[in-house]
């Protein structure tokens, strides 16, 4: 997915797409923590409690 400094095209279109790309990438990324974040949440809230003893 990443690429060293030394292999990266050297046309700016290229590079320009590869841009966009990553930002797609990371939007959809933090997108996915997100839902993560909020499934953890109700999960948290919807707990049966626990019996002690």
Known sequence: MSK???ELP????????MQSDLKAQV???QL?????QAM???LK???APTRNG
Do not use: A, F, H, S
């Open 45 to 47: 809230k919807t707990r």
């Open 27 to 29: 939007r959809k990324l």
């Open 10 to 17: 050297d046309d700016v279109e290229e590079l320009e797409k």
């Open 32 to 36: 996915e923590i997100d839902v993560r």
């Open 40 to 42: 953890l949440e109700i």
């Open 4 to 6: 060293r400094y030394d």
